[in-house]
């Protein structure tokens, strides 16, 4: 997969990108603190939120906040694969942490549902500018649409995708304004 650097926030960020994964604000309204990236090819997206700093006893109490904000509400069970400490190679020692999880929807009969969606979600700590960044990497798994994990294997094609993506948003994100920040 070839990336690309992409500018986030009016370029006050930047993160290397898949090549065909474009900007979902020329189809639709993204609120401002949300910057979303589809695939052209595909039904996979990168979503990164700018939050507002949870303060809670420990960064794995803050990442589980997080995740049930995403999942509360949806109806979807949900399958965590894993979960841990990570790093950004340009932040630093600030605090990351990663949760891999997949999420099944409700079958729906009005309208085509994935059979899950493979979700890597990456939490980059700011306690000084009191903002949490949010990332989520979504691989939605269609039937008929993707090729089974391989005999004795657990990850799909898709899920490895994710998985590259999330290491090559570890290594490239980097803050290039901290005035984003600034009353945040």
Do not use: C
């Not at 942490?97 to 997949?102: E, G, M, P, Q, S």
């Amino acid at each position: 997969m070839s990336y690309k650097s992409t500018p986030l926030y009016g370029g006050a960020i930047t993160v290397d990108l898949p090549a065909g994964f474009g900007d979902a604000s020329t189809i639709r309204q993204i609120p401002d603190h949300q910057e979303v990236y589809l695939d052209g090819n595909g039904y996979a997206s990168l979503v990164v939120d700018i939050l507002e700093y949870q303060d809670k006893p420990t960064d794995e109490e803050a990442l589980q906040y997080h995740f049930q904000d995403l999942i509360d509400g949806t109806g979807d069970s949900t399958n965590v694969l894993n979960q841990g400490k990570a790093s950004m190679d340009n932040m630093g020692n600030k605090p990351v942490h990663i949760l891999h999880f997949l999420q099944t929807p409700q079958p729906n009969p009005r309208r085509k549902e994935p059979e899950f969606v493979s979700i890597h979600l990456l939490l980059l700590r700011l306690k000084e500018q009191g903002t949490d960044i949010v990332i989520s990497i979504n691989e939605p798994h269609y039937a008929g649409e993707y090729v089974k994990a391989p005999e004795g294997q657990k990850e799909t094609q898709l899920m490895k995708q994710g998985e590259e993506m999330a290491k090559k948003v570890l290594s490239t994100f980097d803050i290039k304004d901290w005035s984003l920040f600034n009353g945040a």
